[in-house]
């Protein structure tokens, strides 16, 4: 039996990680798989509904390659960030924070890892999500 003390701080905690789960339970991660033989692959999806959620793409690439992702929707608020996420800090992993215009990206990867490309919905937490289509084109040179 849990005193009673304890009582509001439990049912605290647990609202928490509720409220939590429920946001993270929108994103979706999927791991790139290139065709034999191919360097582009392209997804398709409908975009997040909920602010701050993501569909992440992640994709293993050596130092040096080039990727190139190219995002088309007909959501203007639409955008996508591409991230390192296994040696760099909070504060370095940012490889390419896209704003709503900016729908394409290349460059040249600084080490030898994992990288998420992470397509977002709605900018704003008052923004009305459209739940549009969208394709996500992902193109890898040596």
């Given at each position: 039996?849990?005193?009673?003390l304890?009582?509001?701080?439990?049912?605290?905690?647990?609202?928490?990680?509720?409220?939590?789960a429920?946001?993270?339970?929108?994103?979706?991660?999927?791991?790139?798989?290139?065709?034999?033989?191919?360097?582009?692959?392209?997804?398709?999806?409908?975009?997040?509904?909920?602010?701050?959620?993501?569909?992440?793409?992640?994709?293993?690439l050596?130092?040096?390659?080039?990727?190139?992702?190219?995002?088309?929707?007909?959501?203007?608020?639409?955008?996508?960030s591409?991230?390192?996420?296994?040696?760099?800090?909070?504060?370095?992993?940012?490889?390419?924070?896209?704003?709503p215009?900016?729908?394409?990206?290349?460059g040249?990867?600084?080490?030898?890892?994992?990288y998420?490309?992470?397509?977002?919905?709605?900018?704003?937490?008052?923004d009305?999500?459209?739940?549009?289509?969208?394709?996500?084109?992902?193109?890898?040179?040596?």
């Amino acid at each position: 039996m849990i005193p009673r003390l304890f009582r509001p701080i439990l049912a605290a905690t647990t609202a928490i990680m509720l409220a939590a789960a429920s946001v993270a339970g929108n994103d979706i991660v999927k791991k790139v798989v290139f065709p034999k033989g191919k360097n582009t692959v392209v997804y398709r999806g409908k975009l997040p509904g909920e602010y701050a959620a993501y569909h992440a793409y992640v994709v293993k690439l050596k130092k040096g390659q080039r990727l190139t992702v190219t995002l088309t929707t007909a959501d203007t608020d639409a955008s996508f960030s591409v991230y390192e996420t296994k040696y760099l800090g909070p504060a370095e992993d940012l490889i390419f924070d896209s704003k709503p215009d900016y729908r394409q990206y290349s460059g040249v990867m600084p080490l030898t890892s994992e990288y998420s490309i992470q397509i977002y919905g709605p900018k704003n937490i008052d923004d009305k999500p459209s739940r549009a289509a969208y394709s996500v084109k992902i193109t890898v040179l040596n």
